[in-house]
């Protein structure tokens, strides 16, 4: 089962990406978690992508998915896997489908968890962080039991610059400008899956899991 999630930053598609991973026993495949591990092993890829990072570019496609592709053809993909973060362009959806046209394979499901902005933009300017430690908060649905004080450690929360209304307004409207024509693409695919994002988390991936089947 290969399944490519799709929602604004801040839907909670990651979550969920790892719960379905969990549930069916594949690999949760983040553009991320991809990157790094190519780095860190020094890979030829990896080498290229660090020198466009370094410059403070962004990663051309083509590095992106022969990453992409690399890590898909690992024995642990051989059952499918949960695609977070890619692609998030139509070229980049385009390169996907026929790379896996080419192995005589396709993308089974795209889920879209549906949230709207107004949600999005409140759920993340509600997040608070511990520099110090990582735990991360939230103001309405994991408070600290003292207000603006990690649990963990003691020292002070903080509202990081990725979740100040500004920013996640500008984040979502590259998102809209960018990624969500995919939600187009993968219709015309007859693939797209959507749920309301908005649901509490466990509905969500009820929801999900009815879509992709027990």
Do not use: W
Request: charged share 25%.
């Amino acid at each position: 089962m290969k399944i490519i999630m799709l929602g604004a930053p801040g839907a909670g598609k990651g979550t969920q990406a790892k719960k379905i991973a969990s549930k069916y026993h594949i690999p949760h495949i983040s553009t991320g978690d991809i990157f790094r591990s190519n780095i860190k092993n020094g890979t030829e890829l990896g080498m290229k992508a660090k020198s466009f990072m370094d410059a403070g570019g962004l990663v051309p496609d083509e590095i992106t998915i022969g990453m992409l592709l690399d890590r898909i053809h690992e024995a642990d993909c051989a059952n499918g896997y949960v695609l977070d973060g890619f692609p998030r362009t139509i070229p980049q959806a385009q390169s996907l489908t026929k790379a896996l046209e080419d192995m005589g394979e396709s993308v089974d499901y795209a889920v879209n968890v549906d949230v709207p902005d107004e949600n999005i933009i409140s759920r993340m300017s509600g997040r608070r962080a511990c520099l110090a430690c990582g735990a991360t908060y939230h103001i309405v649905y994991n408070a600290p039991k003292k207000e603006g004080v990690c649990d963990v450690c003691g020292q002070q929360l903080v509202l990081r610059d990725d979740d100040k209304p500004e920013t996640v307004k500008k984040r979502l409207d590259v998102y809209h400008e960018q990624t969500q024509p995919l939600i187009d693409y993968y219709k015309k695919a007859g693939v797209l899956a959507e749920v309301d994002g908005t649901m509490d988390m466990e509905d969500v991936f009820q929801a999900i899991v009815k879509i992709l089947g027990a």
